[in-house]
């Protein structure tokens, strides 16, 4: 017969395909009951898992089945998304759990691609999602997510945020006429137009807001990782190696900083032929894989290089929200399941209050 502490140490070794770890390092186990060999097991997910449910409950069921000697298993699952510790000497946002920036080393490989099509995913899964586009030079968040609005303020000093497809949204586009404007903008005035964009909005109840950072590993993205509270970071990357050089120094950034990234994803990977199905890696291949493995964090996912993203994210309408049951939206989910996993195995931040805003 087993024992509770016996269980325990065998959950913790046993890896759920699907969030990729363990239900302990997550710390799902909100309860566990043990009675003539039948195991009553409570898990609260740190992560959102709506259309995973079933999946989920079944793969659970199978790896525990295989590995423990037990008459039957009772399993219920729940949700609750907790707000992970920052960077030493920032304070958390009130109303936003949790802060995940979306970053790479270049330009051109589908980081705002990927951030809005992974925050419709969050969706879809379950959270309260916001996306604030970082580019200030080069936003590209209006027009993906298909925003026809302006945010308005409701008191003159904070700006309610556009809401499209259920995301809360906003983008320096949202605010500056013409884009040549910001062009001419030298660090300091971006650094702080970023703070402002992201201190002065009403962010409704958020569990993870999207950063869509700017490209590259200079000043402004390095101050802005020194002021933004950040929870965790993912990287993008194309297979082609220099990307992938440049996804090192990502890497390097955030490690600089302290602060954790959650896993690389690798866009673009391979190239799906429409008129002949050949598969080819345009890229390159392995890129991901070998940033992941030298940094040993993980490979989050991998996404297609396929017109169909393209058309859809630029036409406002991201192939999530387009073709939810698409396998490149499937992709899109599981990736983002991954990534909230990864997040639900760091510490908490026990400082994290959520002050309600009054506004007179
Ligand atoms: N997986 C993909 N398949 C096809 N086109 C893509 C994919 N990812 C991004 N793109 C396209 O590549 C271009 C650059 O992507 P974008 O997300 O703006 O990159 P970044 O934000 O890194 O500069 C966009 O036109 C976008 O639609
Ligand atoms: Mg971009």
Redesign the pocket.
């Known amino acids: 017969m087993l024992n509770k502490n016996q269980i325990l140490e065998k959950l913790s070794e046993i890896i759920i395909p699907t969030i990729n770890s363990d239900l302990v390092s997550t710390k799902s186990i909100k309860d566990i009951q043990l009675n003539d060999d039948v195991l009553t097991l409570a898990l609260e997910f740190g992560f959102p898992f709506e259309t995973y449910e079933n999946q989920l409950q079944q793969q659970i069921l199978e790896c525990l089945t295989q590995s423990l000697k037990l008459k039957s298993i009772q399993l219920t699952l729940s949700q609750k998304i907790v707000s992970h510790a920052v960077q030493t000497g920032l304070k958390g946002l009130p109303n936003v759990k949790n802060i995940i920036a979306i970053a790479?080393g270049?330009?051109?490989?589908?980081?705002?691609?990927?951030?809005v099509n992974l925050a419709a995913a969050l969706k879809q899964l379950g959270a309260r999602v916001g996306i604030l586009d970082a580019?200030i030079y080069?936003p590209?968040q209006p027009m993906?997510l298909g925003a026809t609005e302006k945010p308005e303020s409701v008191d003159g000093k904070y700006l309610k945020p556009v809401i499209c497809h259920g995301i809360q949204s906003m983008s320096i586009g949202y605010l500056i006429e013409n884009e040549d404007t910001a062009m001419i903008w030298r660090g300091p005035m971006v650094t702080r137009a970023l703070q402002q964009l992201l201190n002065e909005t009403l962010w409704d109840k958020l569990d993870y807001l999207i950063i869509?950072l700017p490209?590259g590993t200079g000043d402004i993205q390095l101050t802005l990782a020194q002021k933004i509270p950040v929870s965790g970071a993912v990287i993008?990357t194309t297979p082609q190696d220099i990307a992938c050089l440049d996804a090192k120094k990502a890497y390097a950034m955030f490690n600089k900083m302290h602060i954790p990234v959650l896993g690389v994803i690798e866009?673009?990977s391979t190239h799906l032929c429409p008129a002949c199905g050949h598969t080819s890696a345009i890229f390159g291949t392995g890129g991901g894989e070998h940033i992941a493995n030298k940094y040993q964090t993980t490979l989050l996912g991998q996404?297609?290089?396929?017109?169909?993203?393209?058309e859809q994210?630029?036409a406002g309408k991201p192939t999530v929200i387009a073709e939810p049951d698409h396998p490149i939206s499937q992709a899109y989910r599981e990736t983002a399941l991954k990534l909230s996993a990864a997040l639900s195995t760091l510490g908490k931040n026990y400082a994290a209050k959520f002050p309600k805003i009054v506004i007179e």
């Open positions: 790479s270049k330009g051109g490989v589908g980081k705002s691609t990927t951030a580019d080069g590209s993906m869509d490209p993008i866009n673009m996404l297609p290089l396929d017109i169909k993203i393209r994210t630029d």
